[in-house]
């Protein structure tokens, strides 16, 4: 991702993904339109490959809305300020048996389910 790749402005490499992308949802929904109505098997797969690109560039789309976002809310955010707060240390868990630790197993001589702890 650009993010890593030192020299890159991933504000700059946004916009021009996004570009490239708005092209291809509107090449995809050009094709989806010159397809028609399904009428065979064939065109029936031919369609669903169709909306699978197109739910996949939308899919992308938003994901680019939401790196924008991101980057947004960043650069307000004062150079060593804004470090996420620690988490809370947690309990240990329990040592007693409880239902959720036992573990089923199958009798195949009587076909039959028992429980064991």
């Known amino acids: ?8 402005d991933v504000r700059h490499a946004v916009p021009s993904q996004r570009t490239a992308t708005m092209k291809q949802l509107r090449d995809l929904n ?14 029936m797969a031919r369609q669903l490959v169709l909306e699978h ?26 150079q060593g300020a ?10 240990p868990p329990s040592t007693k048996p409880t239902s959720s630790t036992r573990r089923e197993t199958c009798d195949d001589n009587a076909g039959t389910w028992e429980g064991r702890r």
Do not use: N, Y
């Not at 050009?30 to 065109?43: E, F, H, N, Y």
């Not at 804004?82 to 309990?91: A, D, L, N, S, T």
């Open 1 to 8: 991702m650009a993010v890593t790749v030192p020299g890159v």
């Open 30 to 43: 050009r094709l989806k339109t010159q397809a028609g109505p399904v009428g065979s098997g064939c065109d």
């Open 53 to 78: 690109d197109l739910f996949a560039v939308e899919s992308e789309i938003r994901w680019l809305d939401h790196v924008e976002a991101t980057l947004a809310r960043h650069s307000r955010i004062p």
């Open 82 to 91: 804004g470090h996420p707060p620690r988490p809370r240390p947690r309990k």
